[in-house]
Every structure is written in structure tokens, then in C-alpha cells.
């Protein structure tokens, strides 16, 4: 009989988030924003065994980061490979890593053996992962790897006085946090004209600090959110991070519902709306008038462009009028389309099933069309349907089999949060350690605070 993975896992979660309560529940006063959630007292490693310590990590013979026209062949010959070993490195690699991808600033250590042969090359993909290389005469292996990496849980609270985002950045946090927190609640909560001074947010992330590879010196760096609160005129949403049914987190609320809708309102970021959704609109290039059944975002070429959903790719093709165009597949009878693209993403052909937010393309100019943007087309039923009018379904709930650990979860994660007092920028009390949604009464003792003046 296997395991119930699930259930150990939601296990494990509840008695580290029972720890941290009693860490929050042992402090005096406020904490200091972006505060960690715990502290764990570590006791001194024991003197280190000269017989079964590890060796030390070799010194690489070779360090250095690409340059600007660079070749990974240029690389090669300069740490003393034949064009030969080049060669049968790079094919022997490429399905870890294709070294015709590599760019400026990415860093690779070479090491040599004592009679000089390269016998291992590490070249880094991204901030988080590498490839390691090991060379043999019979063989060339290659891995993806991640850099190793410390993660913490982090708690951070704040009132809008002007924006979200000065509220974070007031505190020293990253802007990070905030695109985060926008994104999770983005389908509940118009942060254009909803969000109101007053209006409060706690969070518990993750604070992630990689210990080697590019991004070693840039300190923490905001991780997933594991459970959050935004409060907008006097109502609490909720979120919490849990495993959906494919085994990705997703978020949902304190009932299991998704927070996420089947399709995202809009396919990319930071774009205007250069032409909305018509029965009947001047075409500028055909000079004629004609439905134009999508919405326009206006975008410098090059930009990402998101699957605004789970599915299929059923084409990724070009045409006279479409210029290159993906059109993907989703559940319900909804199929979307991205014209004009400038190239697609990385892997999007026919038959590809893509995630919600994946880069699909980027935006162009091809086809018919006077400037860069993206023509965003959804039908519905076989039929053109305008995108910013859609009442979507939401995502799949938590499924029944996995309720029970939701819940578990959910209600350490909540009790963890209604204990983050939340402070204003001027350092006052606005909401209480022990006040939230769920009616749990304040500390006792403790005055109500004030309202932010």
C-alpha cells in the first residue's frame, strides 16, 4: 500500500506553521516589517572528522562570463579544446542545455585534470540553475542542477496610504512582493480603482537567498507567497498556497475555491488598448470598414505575450493577414488567438500543452498591421466572444480526496496571519495581533489601535 503523500506533507506543514505560532505567540510588541515568521536555535555542527570529511570543492582552472558576441565555441578553444571536443561537448549537451542559447553575462567554470584534459565544465543557465558538464573519454554526461539556496518564511504587513507598492517599498521589501500579491488577487480585486487608504495586507513568502552562482551577492530575494490577506473597505479576501490537482501550487480561499479564472483578463503586461473589440471598425491598412472581433493591445515589439490559460496548441503558423499567430485550446469550448506576433516562445508548436501565464510569442508586426501590437482574439462556442466582457468560470477547487489536508492547512496558515500585527508607515497600530477575518478577539490587554490619520 503506497503512502498517502498528501497527508504526511499536510502534516509536516501544520506542525512547522504550529512552531511558528509559538514563535510569534513568544514575541513582545510588533514585529519589525518584513520580519522573519521564526527564528530556530541552532546548535554548533561538531568538529568535523578528517577521515570522513568530504574532500574540498577543486578550484576551477577557468572562471569567467560570456562576453558580448561570444560563442560557446570561443570559450572552448580559449580553455584549450579542439574543435573536435567542441563539438561532440555541445551536441552531447544540448538536451540539458543548447549552448547556441547562451548570452551575455551567464558564468561557467571549467576544471582540468592533471594531465590538462577538461574533465568538467559548469555553466550557469539562470540565477537558480546551472548545467554541470563531466567529460570522460568514453562519455559526456550532462545535468541541470539548482544552485544550492537557503529559503525562509518571512511575514510582512502594511496600510495603503498612497498605493500598494509604496507601502512595500516604505518598508524596505521588494517591489516583488507586491507584483505577487497582485497576481493572486488580481480576478477579486480591481487595484486600479478598489483599493482604497486604509486598506490593509499581510503576508507570509518565502525569502529565498541563493549561496553560489550570478545571483550569490544579491542578497534575499521575495519567494512564493505561502498565505495572504488583503483587506479593501472593511472585507478580507484570503489566499493560500496549495498543490492543485496536477501536483502545481495555485491558490485558493478559505472554502478551496480557486482564485485563478480559466483565463487570464489580458494575455500581457504593461500594453494599452490601442483598439477594442468592434462589429464594425476602419480597417488601416484594407481602408475599409470591417468587425474587428479582438482587442488590440498596444506593445513594443518584443514583448512576452502569456497564454491566457491552460491548454493545447492546435496551431502556431503564419498567414498574410494573422502574420505569425498561436491558437491554443481550452477547456469549456474557449479558444483563444495571438496574431502578429514577432516569433513564437521556445517549444510552442502544434500539440504543445502550455500553462496559464506561459510565454507563448512575443509582439511584432507581422502581417497586417501598421505598428507593433497584439491582436487578442477568444471564441467561445465557435464564436467570437469580446475578451473584456467575459464572465469565466474559475479554476478547478480543491478536490474532495484532498479537502481535508486543505483545511488543516488553511487554518494554521490563518491563525499564523491573524497574528501579524499590522503597522502603518509611520510605525502606529491599525489591525491587532489576533483580529481577522475569522473573529478571533485581540491579545489581552491591548488597546484597539487607532485608524491611520
Excluded at 539548482?146 to 529559503?151: A, D, F, H, N, Q
Excluded at 488601416?284 to 496548441?313: E, Q, R
Excluded at 491587532?432 to 478571533?440: E, K, L, M, S
Aim: proline letters at 9%; hydrophobic letters at 35%.
Amino acid at each position: 500500500m503506497r503512502p498517502d503523500y498528501s497527508r504526511i506533507a499536510a502534516a509536516v506543514i501544520a506542525v512547522a506553521i504550529i512552531g511558528l505560532l509559538i514563535g510569534l505567540a513568544a514575541r513582545h510588541g510588533a514585529p519589525p516589517p518584513g520580519g522573519t515568521l521564526a527564528t530556530a536555535e541552532i546548535s554548533p555542527p561538531p568538529p568535523a572528522d578528517p577521515i570522513s570529511s568530504p574532500p574540498p570543492e577543486p578550484t576551477p582552472d577557468v572562471i569567467g562570463a560570456v562576453r558580448k558576441n561570444e560563442s560557446f565555441y570561443d570559450i572552448m578553444i580559449a580553455a584549450g579544446a579542439t574543435p573536435l571536443q567542441v563539438a561532440e561537448i555541445a551536441r552531447a549537451v544540448k538536451p540539458a542545455y543548447d549552448f547556441r542559447r547562451i548570452r551575455p553575462g551567464q558564468q561557467y567554470e571549467i576544471y582540468r585534470a592533471r594531465d590538462g584534459a577538461i574533465e568538467r565544465i559548469r555553466f550557469s543557465i539562470d540565477q537558480s540553475r546551472y548545467v554541470e558538464v563531466a567529460v570522460a573519454d568514453s562519455a559526456i554526461a550532462a545535468e541541470r542542477r539548482e544552485y544550492p539556496s537557503r529559503t525562509e518564511l518571512r511575514e510582512a504587513s502594511g496600510i495603503i496610504a498612497s498605493s500598494l507598492y509604496a507601502s512595500i517599498s516604505s518598508q524596505g521589501i521588494a517591489e516583488e512582493l507586491g507584483n505577487r500579491l497582485v497576481d493572486i488577487f488580481a480576478w477579486d480585486i480591481d487595484f486600479f480603482t478598489e483599493i482604497r487608504k486604509g486598506d490593509f495586507w499581510r503576508v507570509i513568502y518565502e525569502e529565498r537567498t541563493v549561496l553560489d552562482g550570478p545571483a550569490r551577492d544579491r542578497g534575499p530575494q521575495v519567494g512564493a507567497i505561502v498565505a495572504a490577506e488583503f483587506n479593501t473597505s472593511g472585507r478580507s479576501r484570503l489566499a493560500f498556497r496549495f498543490e492543485n490537482e496536477q501536483g502545481i501550487p495555485d491558490y485558493f480561499d478559505e472554502s478551496g475555491k480557486s482564485l485563478r479564472k480559466q483565463l487570464l483578463r489580458a494575455p500581457l503586461e504593461y500594453a494599452r488598448i490601442s483598439s477594442s473589440y468592434s462589429r464594425k471598425r476602419y480597417h488601416p491598412i484594407l481602408h475599409k470598414y470591417a468587425p474587428h472581433l479582438g482587442i488590440d493591445y498596444a506593445a513594443p515589439t518584443g514583448t512576452p505575450v502569456m497564454s491566457t490559460g491552460d491548454g493545447t496548441v492546435i496551431a502556431a503558423s503564419r498567414t498574410a493577414a494573422n502574420g505569425n499567430y498561436v491558437k491554443i485550446r481550452h477547456a469549456n469550448d474557449y479558444i483563444s488567438y495571438y496574431l502578429h506576433l514577432s516569433r513564437f516562445g521556445a517549444g510552442i508548436r502544434a500539440g504543445t500543452k502550455v500553462r496559464q501565464g506561459q510565454t507563448i510569442g512575443y509582439v511584432g508586426a507581422t502581417g497586417y498591421a501598421t505598428g507593433p501590437h497584439l491582436d487578442y482574439r477568444v471564441k467561445k462556442g465557435g464564436r467570437f466572444v469580446n475578451p473584456r466582457s467575459l464572465e469565466l468560470p474559475p479554476a478547478k477547487p480543491v478536490s474532495p480526496e484532498r479537502m481535508a489536508d486543505f483545511m488543516a492547512v488553511c487554518e494554521t496558515m490563518q491563525l499564523a496571519m491573524q497574528r501579524i500585527p499590522v503597522r502603518d508607515p509611520h510605525g502606529e497600530y491599525y489591525a491587532g495581533a489576533g483580529t481577522g477575518p475569522a473573529g478571533i478577539p485581540s491579545e489581552p490587554g491591548r488597546a484597539e489601535p487607532p485608524m491611520l490619520r
